[in-house]
């Protein structure tokens, strides 16, 4: 089970802050709840017997008895309902169900093109999640929302994807809209970057205020948690390192119009770039990591080079934002420790000590589930909002 009882990078209300209490199936009173919220006693109690009615919440035994009637307590009931978390890929996409304390309950894999387009991307999406949700043996009505990660830019507020320079016919296609029309939920839509620092948080460092993810992978972009929250940016680009100018870069051109960008180097697609050139035979980002996992020299040389391209840029975030954690993720961390140590030998030599004094540089513990559970976590939150929660009720 995924540890969300400290609290979201999404933010909080009262209520919420109520809802990630139950989250860690501690089972707690009214009285105690109103204590630990700072919520009045009533608005508990009317929020305690919705969840009752919902079968969000469950009974699970009175407290001991201090002389008067032993006071009931209660505690989130996962199985209540289920999410399905979506992590859609340049090449593959990933599903998975998860309960609401967002452990996954079934997963299924598959390559994919995002090129293909949004209407058979999402069609795919839509088709899988019924056949998941049949697998499971669940009721279409117990699926109360999806989180879609997609791999560009997101306009939060509205789910649609801007400019996404690899996602060819997606720039503002309604993807909550067109998914509602098959699935009839609330569809909550972020940048894969962000949703995967979201589950990585969950899974590894859920008391942790200040934390980046890197994903390296077909592009190179980050996921930044400052202050406990997740930072999109005015226009949902915050952390898009992978379009930074590296001072190996030259005159390295990018998919995105300019050159030297770090992307352009340190990504798997140019890692391979480099090695065919150098007379390899590779033909991927995957083939690099095979290559490195089998001790082929010139192929560690460059993963490793790719990782000083990394920290780099990173160095400049550690100044900026004095992460106490930068974990590196997606397909390209497969090549361990020689990306991570590239990474390290840049920022720890380059940056101020004290920026660095308690910086953990590490590998992504939730590794390829860091998606999925990330928009998991994505639509758990909603649900389990006040709105969500009254959306619920109308049902």
């Known amino acids: 089970m995924v540890d969300i009882s400290r609290g979201s990078a999404l933010g909080a209300s009262g209520a919420s802050e109520l809802f990630q209490l139950l989250r860690d199936g501690r089972p707690r009173t009214r009285a105690g709840l109103a204590s630990s ?15 009752l009615a919902l079968g969000l919440i469950t009974a699970v035994g009175d407290a001991e008895s201090t002389g008067g009637r032993p006071a009931s307590q209660f505690a989130l009931n996962p199985a209540a309902r289920v999410v399905l978390a979506a992590d859609l890929g340049a090449s593959h996409a990933t599903l998975a169900i998860t309960d609401l304390a967002g452990s996954i309950l079934v997963e299924h894999n598959e390559p994919i093109d995002i090129a293909e387009g949004p209407e058979h991307v999402l069609g795919w999406l839509v088709d899988s999640g019924r056949r998941l949700l049949d697998e499971l043996g669940r009721d279409r009505r117990d ?4 989180g879609i990660g997609v791999p560009g830019p997101v306009q939060h507020d509205t789910g649609q994807p801007v400019n996404p320079p690899i996602m060819p016919g997606w720039d503002r296609f309604d993807v909550p809209g067109w998914v509602q029309q098959h699935l009839e939920v609330p ?9 995967m620092a979201l589950g990585e948080r969950a899974v590894a460092w859920p008391a942790e205020e200040h934390l980046v993810f890197v994903k390296v ?9 400052s ?30 119009g300019n050159r030297g960008c770090l992307e352009a180097l340190a990504s798997g697609p140019a890692l391979a770039r480099d090695l065919r050139a150098a007379g390899v035979d ?17 192929a560690i040389q460059a993963v490793r080079q790719a990782g000083r391209d990394i920290g780099e840029v990173l160095t400049a975030c550690v100044s900026l934002m004095n992460p106490s954690v ?9 090549a361990g420790e020689h990306l991570l140590a590239g990474v390290r030998e840049v920022v720890y030599t380059r940056s101020m000590p004290i920026a660095t004094e308690h ?17 998991s976590m994505l639509a758990i939150h909603h649900v389990l909002s006040p709105e969500g929660i009254d959306d619920l009720a109308a049902r």
């Open 326 to 334: 930068i974990a590196i993720g997606g397909s390209m961390a497969r």
């Open 282 to 298: 590779v033909h991927s980002g995957g083939d690099v990591v095979e290559l490195v996992k089998r001790g082929h020299l010139e």
């Open 359 to 375: 910086l953990s540089i590490v590998q992504s513990a939730a590794a390829a589930d860091a998606a999925v559970i990330g928009a």
């Open 187 to 195: 569809v909550l839509v972020d940048n894969d970057v962000n949703i």
């Open 37 to 51: 919220t700072g919520l009045a006693r009533s608005t508990v109690a009317a929020r305690v017997d919705e969840l």
């Open 227 to 256: 202050g406990g929250l997740l930072q999109r940016g005015a226009l949902g680009i915050a952390g898009d390192i992978g379009h930074v100018r590296v001072a190996r870069g030259g005159d390295v051109p990018c998919h995105c």
């Open 143 to 146: 699926l109360v929302a999806i």
């Open 217 to 225: 992978a077909t592009g190179i972009g980050s996921g930044i948690i």
